[in-house]
């Protein structure tokens, strides 16, 4: 019934439909890179005007049955001049491409006066996100470089900011909020990326202090864009990783157009060279599309769909970890039985139906339904000698264990299987009370249904004994007297779970831009609610409500320099997810309360000229102070919570960002980033949290050799101290704060333009292309050790437990192919 109840809403869209007897031209503006426009002025000889938005857009409504005259000029573009004679009620699509005012390499445009800076958010060009693959292709790519956020792992696209874990990111897709699936347990397993770069078309990114429009999370919000096409097009990508292909078209009357595009991955390249040795099949697909339908000037009707099969096959064989001292030198060698096999299918819709009422008000309607199936096998033996190593150069022996300290075996098995099915109904309108006003709000309910069953244990034998779980109640007197107890696995979970969430939600905003005195002033108040009930078989229900006052203030002095400060701050609570509400032992805790955070942001921007080039510095200070904290463990990217709000937590730090035309005609950015973050568990003190990160570098370079431009390179270069490496099972985590090894890589990527779009060939094959480039790239480039956790070995004889890092991907070499039709 609940299916049924969302088709039928589904079907309500249609009936907005509205049609317009006016004439009408519209379209979008681009660039000769084929880069949407913002600012232009477009005006028409009958006196009526308007400017393209941030995504190029624009639509005029001019008079029909006489030629009008329609200008469009830009700053840096030179101008366009089109006659049009429209009937009545006909509308028309027109994309002018503007060409730059002087021949010359097209600059880099940073000002302080954009709505992203007095946002407070990052843009990411989409030709950034096309250029700089990495070993995860993906937003997630360039994400890392920025200060603030903290990627240790180049096999996830998971992320954490400013403190936060991988729970408390926001994702949208032009407003349609995304998911993850909820079973992955390390980088290996994940596949792609939701968003796919050959669909984007903006990309804005927000650390913190966001607006109330944006949801309940504690940390940030990634904001994407996917394009509305112009012309027909084809893009593909091939690598040794895998590939992908795009396609877009338009109808010949413009009121449909549409954008696909299907992706593969295979990771064999990066996981045939980790320390564990095995057969693994690690295959990644997903299809996406998007699709819109002009039914009239005042109603488009949008889609976004996707489907995501993953699929993760291992059978490990062995492995070996050296560690320790020179002067102590220590390793682990482990020889597995068993086999691992893993699978996530996800599938996504979602309609959103847009109405302008007027040229000021803008009504929407969005309903989504997401549904993922998961499951997690395996079966691994995993026998281990922990000892010392053969230092003695020469000795054929070199490298190898020569004594045994530790002797034993673990046997780890799950049977895990969840099912997920989340709608969403929403309706999002704006106001625009005027040139400079604004107001927006929001109406939306989601239902969750869950269903999961979660079985997992763990039997560890050390030196031939069966190591029980410290809390275990019979006591073992050997040898004074023989031990009778059962035999007990080391960790044992059984939980099957049956939950549904209802949630809803509402936010209302202000915003304004104004003068104060000489000085450009931008301010924006809003306030969110967010009820939600739990309920499900075996679990008593539970209700609660939060509101989160938001606000934000800009002000852009009247001074030589191009300088901006701003302001921003609220609190933000974070309701718990079905991850947050079930504990370590699987069962499902239903009175979890939201976690609370005060967020205080201050931020300035600085735009000057170095080398008669164009420059920005970013510079943010923040603080959060966070109560009704959930504590969590972190396991690779697998986030176990204690489902009690029995901690307080605090974090603050400094962002700084520079960016810019280093080498005229591309833009480059350095980042520092320093963070501190602790919490407080039962009132025991504060100790570090698991992504306590204390200073962080990140850099993007591009570069091209002077006399031969078509030659580029990329340079991804990220320095992380480490965070804790976490605590043994049953552990206390105040008695283990040990730090992983700072986090250092840097990938270099290589590419010829074997054709130039700027150009033009007088051969036949390459005027197939309209783009074609060819490329290496070294992901690790320094081939540098770094570690995601430990695995903790015990050592029978002297009973300690050793923190062995489990190292993350070597030097690995990629090629790639790149075109556009």
Same mark, same amino acid.
């Given at each position: 019934?609940?299916?049924?109840h ?13 049609f317009?007897?006016?004439a ?14 913002n ?6 000889s009958?006196?009526? /005007? ?8 624009y ?18 573009? $030179?101008?366009?001049?089109a ?6 009620g ?5 994309n002018p491409?503007?060409?730059?005012e002087?021949?010359q390499?097209?600059?880099?445009v ?7 800076s007095?946002?407070?958010v990052?843009?990411i060009?989409? $030709?950034?996100?096309?250029?700089? $693959? ?6 997630e790519?360039?994400l890392?470089?920025?200060? %603030?956020?903290n990627?240790?792992n180049e ?5 954490s900011?400013?403190?936060g ?26 596949g ?10 903006n990309?804005?990114?927000s650390a913190?202090?966001f ?10 919000v ?18 040794l990783?895998? /590939? ?9 009357? /413009?009121?449909f157009?549409g954008i696909? /595009? ?13 320390e564990?040795?095995?057969?693994v ?8 599309t998007y699709?819109t ?11 976004l769909?996707n489907?995501?099969?993953n ?8 492995r ?20 691992? $096999?893993?699978?996530y ?9 847009n109405?302008?009422v ?6 929407k309607?969005?309903a ?5 199936t ?20 020469g ?10 300290e530790g ?9 895990n299987?969840?099912d997920?099915f ?6 999002r ?7 400079e ?7 939306k309910?989601?239902?969750e ?8 244990w763990?039997?560890?034998d ?22 009778s ?18 949630r ?8 304004k831009?104004?003068n ?10 809003g ?7 739990v ?36 609190l933000?609570?974070q ?12 069962v499902?805790q ?39 904290v959930?504590p969590y463990?972190?396991?690779n ?6 489902a ?6 605090y ?11 280093f080498?005229?005609g591309?833009?480059?950015w350095?980042s520092f980033?320093?963070?501190k ?9 504060y ?8 200073l962080?570098f990140g ?10 431009p ?7 270069l ?5 965070v804790p ?5 049953y552990?206390?985590?105040y008695?283990?704060?040990?730090r ?5 890589r840097?990938?270099? %990527?290589?590419s010829?333009?074997v ?10 094959w ?19 050790q ?10 029978v ?17 990629n090629l ?6």
């Amino acid at each position: 019934m609940k299916r049924l109840h969302f088709i039928v809403l589904l079907s309500l869209l249609f009936s907005l439909l509205s049609f317009s007897q006016s004439a009408i031209i519209r379209g979008v503006i681009l660039d000769e890179n084929n880069n949407p426009i913002n600012d232009v002025n477009i005006k028409a000889s009958t006196g009526e /005007g308007t400017a393209s938005n941030e995504n190029g857009f624009y639509e005029l409504k001019i008079p029909f049955g006489v030629e009008v005259t329609i200008v469009f000029t830009h700053i840096n573009h $030179k101008r366009i001049e089109a006659k049009f004679n429209l009937k009545n009620g006909q509308e028309l699509e027109y994309n002018p491409v503007l060409n730059i005012e002087i021949e010359q390499i097209a600059t880099v445009v940073i000002s302080t006066n954009t709505r992203q800076s007095i946002d407070g958010v990052v843009s990411i060009t989409p $030709k950034t996100l096309r250029t700089i $693959k990495g070993a995860q292709p993906g937003v997630e790519n360039i994400l890392k470089t920025l200060p %603030g956020v903290n990627i240790s792992n180049e096999l996830s696209t998971q992320y954490s900011v400013r403190g936060g874990n991988f729970d408390e990111n926001l994702v949208y897709v032009n407003e349609i909020e995304v998911y993850r699936p909820f079973l992955i347990r390390s980088g290996n397993q994940e596949g792609l990326s939701f968003v796919n770069t050959d669909l984007v078309q903006n990309v804005d990114f927000s650390a913190g202090g966001f607006q109330a429009k944006y949801g309940d999370k504690l940390s940030s919000v990634l904001d994407i864009t996917y394009r509305n096409p112009v012309s027909f097009g084809i893009r593909t990508d091939l690598s040794l990783l895998g /590939g992908s292909v795009a396609a877009e078209a338009v109808s010949k009357d /413009g009121k449909f157009s549409g954008i696909a /595009g299907v992706r593969y991955r295979d990771n064999s390249l990066i996981l045939n060279n980790l320390e564990t040795e095995g057969n693994v099949e690690p295959v990644f697909a997903d299809a996406q599309t998007y699709l819109t339908y002009r039914f009239s000037s005042k109603f488009h009707l949008n889609f976004l769909g996707n489907i995501s099969l993953n699929k993760y096959n291992f059978q490990p064989e062995n492995r070996q970890t050296n560690f320790g001292t020179l002067e102590e030198p220590v390793a682990l060698l482990v020889f597995y039985d068993g086999q691992e $096999k893993d699978q996530y299918q996800t599938y996504f819709g979602a309609f959103k139906a847009n109405y302008f009422v007027s040229d000021d008000l803008t009504l929407k309607l969005i309903a989504s339904a997401y549904h993922t199936t998961e499951q997690e096998y395996f079966d691994i033996l995993a026998q281990y000698r922990l000892g010392e190593v053969n230092t003695n150069i020469g000795d054929e022996n070199l490298g190898e264990v020569e004594f045994s300290e530790g002797i034993g075996s673990q046997l780890t098995h799950a049977r895990n299987d969840l099912d997920a099915f989340i709608v969403n109904a929403e309706h999002r309108g704006d106001y625009k009370i005027d040139d400079e006003s604004t107001v927006e709000w929001s109406v939306k309910y989601t239902h969750e249904d869950i269903r999961d069953r979660l079985v997992e244990w763990e039997v560890i034998d050390s030196a031939g004994f069966s190591i029980r779980p410290p809390n275990f109640s019979s006591p073992n007197l050997q040898p004074i007297a023989p031990f009778s107890g059962p035999l007990t696995a080391f960790e044992n979970i059984r939980a099957l779970n049956k939950v549904q969430i209802d949630r809803l939600q509402a936010f209302g905003q202000y915003s304004k831009r104004t003068n104060w005195g000489e000085n450009e002033v931008f301010y924006n108040v809003g306030v969110r609610a967010h009820s939600w009930t739990v309920n499900g078989e075996g679990i008593k229900g539970s209700s609660q409500t939060v509101v989160s006052p938001r606000a934000q203030f800009a002000i852009k002095p009247d001074w030589d320099k191009d300088m901006l400060f701003r302001v921003a701050g609220g609190l933000y609570y974070q309701p718990p997810f079905y991850r947050e509400l079930r504990d370590s032992s699987g069962v499902v805790q239903p009175n979890v309360k939201a976690q609370k955070s005060f967020h205080i942001v201050l931020g300035n921007e600085y735009s000057f000229k170095i080398w008669d080039r164009p420059f920005k510095l970013v510079t943010e200070a923040y603080y959060k102070g966070l109560s009704d904290v959930n504590p969590y463990t972190l396991e690779n990217v697998r986030i176990r919570y204690r489902a009690k709000n029995n901690a307080k937590a605090y974090a603050y730090g400094l962002d700084m960002r520079l960016n810019g035309e280093f080498v005229p005609g591309t833009e480059s950015w350095f980042s520092f980033g320093y963070l501190k973050t602790e919490e407080n568990i039962d009132n025991r003190g504060y100790i570090a949290r698991p992504t306590d990160q204390r200073l962080k570098f990140g850099a993007l370079f591009q570069d091209y050799v002077p006399n031969m431009p078509d030659l580029k390179m990329y340079l991804n270069l990220v320095y992380n101290t480490g965070v804790p490496g976490g605590s043994p099972s049953y552990a206390d985590p105040y008695d283990f704060q040990i730090r992983l090894r700072d986090y250092r890589r840097a990938d270099l %990527g290589i590419s010829f333009q074997v054709v130039n779009p700027e150009k033009t060939y007088n051969s036949k094959w390459k005027k197939a292309f309209r783009e074609l480039s060819i490329g290496f790239e070294i992901y690790n480039m320094f081939n540098n050790q770094n570690s995601i956790t430990n695995t903790w070995v015990r050592d029978v004889y002297t009973k300690r437990q050793f923190a062995i890092p489990n190292y993350l991907t070597p030097r690995v070499f990629n090629l790639r192919l790149s075109a556009r039709f």
